[in-house]
């Protein structure tokens, strides 16, 4: 039987006086990371074979960073039920006097009793076909400068995805996130097009940037812009 190519932990972690979902997902990887998920929960990734003593040092020296991750997920869980943000239109979250769940043009209204979970999740579900339909006119506004590198338009696929905006697959699949419909329209065209020029360069070196520049010739600033919102909305 052959080694394994990864495997998955679940643990608690103490942070702040307060017990914590650790996930532990070792990989082929070089070097460890962590994450604070959208829920709150510690996503670790280790290498294959790392020490436990490693991974446990590891943790406590970024014990400072968590604590500051999750005070500010909660500030911004709770500005997400007084604010949301949809193609950089700000709604205001109101409570509904029918207790029910709809969207307006200014507002979201939602139940009483509800959380952020509540409301994160309803959105996501209330959004996935608009971000499918808006995702795909983005996709076919730019296929006829695109299409000189592929026999095929790749097949959209929306995705809830922690780490990236988007992502283009080999198999001819164009991934990307739901997030993306909390951006201004701008930056959501700016991560189709970057998925988009990986049909001629699957890396970043210079003929992608030439090609992004081709294509956008601000693609810089417009990448400032989504890096600095990144942390807000993933």
Same mark, same amino acid.
């Given at each position: 039987?052959?080694?394994?190519?990864?495997?998955? /932990? /679940?643990? #608690?972690?103490?942070?702040?006086?307060?017990?914590?979902?650790?996930?532990?997902?070792?990989?082929?990887?070089? #070097?460890?990371?962590?994450?604070?998920?959208?829920?709150?929960?510690?996503?670790?990734?280790?290498?294959?074979?790392?020490?436990?003593?490693?991974?446990?040092?590891?943790?406590?020296?970024? %014990?400072?960073?968590?604590?500051?991750?999750?005070?500010?997920?909660?500030?911004?869980?709770?500005? /997400?039920?007084?604010?949301?943000?949809?193609?950089?239109?700000?709604?205001?979250?109101?409570?509904?006097?029918?207790? %029910?769940?709809? +969207?307006?043009? *200014?507002?979201?209204?939602?139940? /009483?009793?509800?959380?952020?979970?509540?409301?994160?999740?309803?959105?996501?579900?209330?959004?996935?076909?608009?971000?499918?339909?808006?995702?795909?006119?983005?996709?076919?506004?730019?296929?006829?400068?695109?299409?000189?590198?592929?026999?095929?338009?790749?097949?959209?696929? +929306?995705?809830?995805?922690?780490?990236?905006?988007?992502?283009?697959?080999?198999?001819?699949?164009?991934?990307?996130?739901?997030?993306?419909?909390?951006?201004?329209?701008?930056?959501?065209?700016?991560? +189709?097009?970057? *998925?988009?020029?990986?049909?001629?360069?699957?890396?970043?070196?210079?003929?992608?940037?030439?090609?992004?520049?081709?294509?956008?010739?601000?693609?810089?600033?417009?990448?400032?812009?989504?890096?600095?919102?990144?942390?807000?909305?993933?």
């Amino acid at each position: 039987m052959g080694a394994r190519t990864s495997y998955q /932990q /679940q643990m #608690s972690l103490e942070i702040a006086g307060e017990s914590v979902p650790l996930r532990i997902s070792a990989t082929r990887r070089k #070097s460890m990371r962590l994450q604070i998920t959208e829920q709150g929960e510690v996503d670790l990734r280790i290498p294959l074979g790392c020490a436990k003593t490693d991974v446990l040092a590891f943790v406590k020296a970024n %014990e400072g960073w968590l604590i500051q991750q999750r005070q500010q997920l909660k500030q911004r869980q709770q500005q /997400q039920l007084q604010h949301y943000s949809i193609l950089g239109k700000t709604l205001t979250v109101q409570h509904s006097a029918l207790d %029910e769940f709809l +969207v307006t043009d *200014e507002v979201i209204w939602i139940p /009483q009793q509800w959380q952020h979970s509540d409301l994160r999740d309803r959105m996501d579900q209330w959004l996935r076909p608009q971000a499918r339909a808006y995702y795909q006119q983005l996709i076919d506004q730019w296929w006829p400068f695109f299409q000189r590198f592929a026999v095929q338009q790749p097949i959209l696929r +929306v995705k809830k995805m922690r780490t990236r905006w988007g992502s283009l697959s080999q198999r001819g699949y164009i991934n990307l996130n739901l997030a993306l419909m909390q951006l201004p329209p701008d930056l959501v065209e700016l991560v +189709v097009v970057h *998925e988009l020029c990986h049909l001629k360069h699957f890396d970043h070196g210079a003929g992608f940037k030439a090609l992004m520049s081709e294509a956008l010739p601000d693609w810089r600033s417009r990448e400032r812009q989504l890096q600095a919102l990144s942390s807000r909305v993933m």
